[in-house]
Every structure is written in C-alpha cells, then in structure tokens.
C-alpha cells in the first residue's frame, strides 16, 4: 500500500489530445495494458529518455521519432521490449506502423514505449490485435484509464490535473505516470505523460521540460536502479489562445505549473515505492552548490542501511552520518556539519550532538513520514530528494517478479 494518500483526482480533458485503451493481454487479462494517445494536427511535443546504456527499442525509436513531427504514441505494459536485440528494435518498429496503418498516418509519427519485464520478445501479434479497440475507445475522458492501464508494480494510479490562468487565459495541465521500483531517475525511472493546450514551441517545451524533470522526477529514489524504459513526454496541442513565448512572464508562469505537476507525479511515485511503509524527505542545505546537495542527498537516499534503518523505526543516525561522508564531496568541512531528523538534532558541528536522545530519535523514526535536513556549512544551496524505506515486501515483490 501507498504511504498516507495518494488521490487520484479528477482529471481534466485537454483539448486536443485524445486517449484509448484495450487489453492485449501481454501478462495479464484483468486490465487494460495498451494506451494509444492521438494528438491534434498542430501539436508540439518534448520528451526526456533513460540514461541507461542498454536503453529499450521503444526508447530509440521514440528518440528518432521525436524529430518526425509525432501524432501518436503507443504505449504498453507488461514487457519492456529491451535486451531484445535486433528483433526488438523491428517490434517496435512493426508496432509502429500497426498503430500508423489503423490511424491514417506515418510510422514516423508515432513514439513507441513500453514497460515490463525486461528482456523478453514484445508480443507484438496480441499488440496488433489489440489497437482497434484502443483506436475505437479514444476520446478525451479517458485519462483515468490510461493510467490504469500503464501501471506495473504500481498499487495505485498516479495523475494530477490543474487549470492556470496565466496572462489572461485559462489552460489546462493534465498527466499521469507509473513507477514504484527500479527508481533512481537519471532521467527517469518511469513513464509520465503530461498535455496541456497551450500553445508552444517545440523548442521551447523541450527547454520547460527538462527543466521541470530536473526537479522533480531526477529527485526521487525508490532502490538506487535506473531503468532501460524511463521517458517523460510533454504534449502540447496548442488548442487554447494562450501562446508562450520565451523570456515571456507567461512562460515563466508556464514552466513553474509544469513543474509542480511534474513535482506531485514524483512524489506520488516514491509514495507508492515497492513495499514502502515511510516517506523520507532528505534536504540539504547550506551546500557549496546544487550538485552537491543532490549528491549527499542522492547518496543518502540510495543507502540500504538507511532505509531498513527507517523501515525499522531505528534511529541509527551513524549510517546517516557515514551515507554524508562517503557521498564524495571534496573538502568537506566536517565539524561545520549539522544533522536533523525531523526537529531534533542528531548530528552538531560533525559529532553526536550533545542533547540528542535516543528516545527523541525514535520518536520522529516511528512517524510514517520523515524529514532529514543535512546542513553542510558551505554555502547558500539548497536541494531536496524524496525517498522511501526499504521494507520485507520490496525484497518479496522483486523476488517474485517474474512468478
């Protein structure tokens, strides 16, 4: 189950965009695990793909596709299509142009991606078969479903929908992502699918996104894993009058609402992290720069004696203090370093500090979400990174994945 609540709200239509769903039955036959998304005619699009070297075929032709003026994208759960060599990059292919031939349109217009096990042959054939369905089911409503039906090792649905009005025009932003293991986004360990109807270059949105997943889904760690599948898509249909320019105060107000959708998909991913029982925000502060305070608090929330520490309630802040130290800062000053679960200080000039308790510990430990704030003493950045516990259920999910 999700740590405390993750609603999945109302989700607003956004004009121009269009989503159908079916089951393929690629690994189950209880839900639907096939989305095909239709996007308007005069539609900008703007992605972000895995880092990972042995990246999925959908990921590579997505990649190639992206610069085709995509109409459609085709999404499946239930099989990753990576490892898969040369036959999955003709999967993906084959996919492709299935999807393009149901809809009237080119093979290059449509951005495959897939999610799954990884490193078994994409059943293309129950794809196929399935995409009349999903192309006869499309319509603006069907965002719940959607992402429903992305879902993997997710227990709850995942989306976020707003209306902004910015210079005087009322947009919508609506998306939806799956993700609660192998997250360590780098860029991202997940799939997340946002539209809007504002009107906006293509250049433009791909600046706004990769600035709005820097803060948001590169922020979250699960297990320290990052995917061969993770892509972030941000669709917009430009159906609204609302045009945004760059150096713009509406871009500026564009940006910012992009990335608290992007921000509360990211949280709700770490909330419902494999088996996870806790929510840990690590804030580092008073850091030489950002990168250095992403690098403690990444390096604190990759540590396995951390999270079964916090899963086990058992305020041993010696692995907080050791995750700091081996997280390869330069020149760290130590004895300016400060450690606080919670309000209560741990750690006081880079030693224990001196009123600290182990019951005051432990009480901020048995919370089911927690806040550790590491000030480094060095400078003026601050950056925070959303992790969970690691539990007996992650263990049992991942060993049994494939069962």
């Known amino acids: 189950m999700a740590v405390g609540p993750v609603p999945f709200p109302p989700m607003r239509p956004v004009a121009g965009i269009e989503l159908g769903t079916a089951c393929a039955g690629i690994k189950q036959q209880i839900r639907d695990d096939i989305v095909v998304v239709q996007m308007a005619d005069q539609a900008t699009i703007a992605a972000v793909f895995t880092r990972n070297a042995f990246c999925a075929a959908p990921v590579v032709v997505a990649r190639e596709n992206l610069t085709h003026n995509p109409r459609w994208l085709l999404i499946n759960s239930g099989n990753a299509n990576a490892g898969t060599g040369a036959q999955g990059m003709q999967d993906a292919l084959t996919t492709c142009s299935d999807l393009a031939s149901a809809v009237d349109g080119a093979r290059q217009q449509v951005l495959p991606f897939s999610t799954g096990v990884i490193g078994e042959p994409l059943p293309v054939s129950k794809i196929t078969a399935a995409l009349p369905e999903a192309v006869g089911n499309l319509a603006a409503d069907n965002w719940d479903k959607a992402a429903r039906a992305i879902m993997t090792t997710d ?18 932003l609506t998306g939806i992502a799956k993700g609660a293991g192998m997250i360590q986004p780098n860029m991202a360990t997940l799939l997340a699918f946002i539209a809007t109807d504002a009107t906006i270059s293509q250049t433009l949105l791909q600046q706004c996104l990769a600035q709005a997943v820097e803060q948001s889904f590169n922020r979250i760690s699960v297990d320290g894993d990052t995917s061969t599948n993770d892509a972030c898509v941000l669709m917009a249909s430009a159906c609204s009058a609302l045009t945004i320019t760059q150096d713009s105060a509406a871009y500026a107000l564009f940006s910012e609402a992009v990335s608290t959708v992007c921000r509360q998909l990211a949280e709700a991913i770490v909330r419902d992290g494999e088996g996870a029982t806790k929510l840990i925000r690590i804030v580092v502060k008073d850091a030489l720069d950002n990168d250095e305070a992403v690098l403690v608090g990444k390096t604190i929330a990759h540590s396995p004696l951390v999270k079964t520490a916090f899963f086990a309630s058992d305020p041993n802040w010696g692995r907080i203090l050791a995750a700091v130290g081996r997280s390869g800062v330069e020149n760290m000053a130590i004895d300016k370093i400060n450690i606080y679960l919670g309000a209560v200080c741990i750690v006081k000039n880079g030693g224990r500090a001196p009123d600290y308790t182990e019951a005051a510990g432990q009480k901020v430990m048995r919370e089911e979400e ?12 601050c950056q925070e990174v959303l992790t969970c516990d690691f539990s007996y259920d992650y263990v049992r999910i991942n060993a049994e994945y494939r069962t």
């Open 370 to 381: 927690i806040t550790v704030t590491v000030s480094m003493g060095r400078g003026d950045a």
């Open 155 to 172: 227990t709850v649905p995942k989306g976020v929908s707003v209306k902004c009005d910015i210079a005087g025009h009322s947009i919508t």
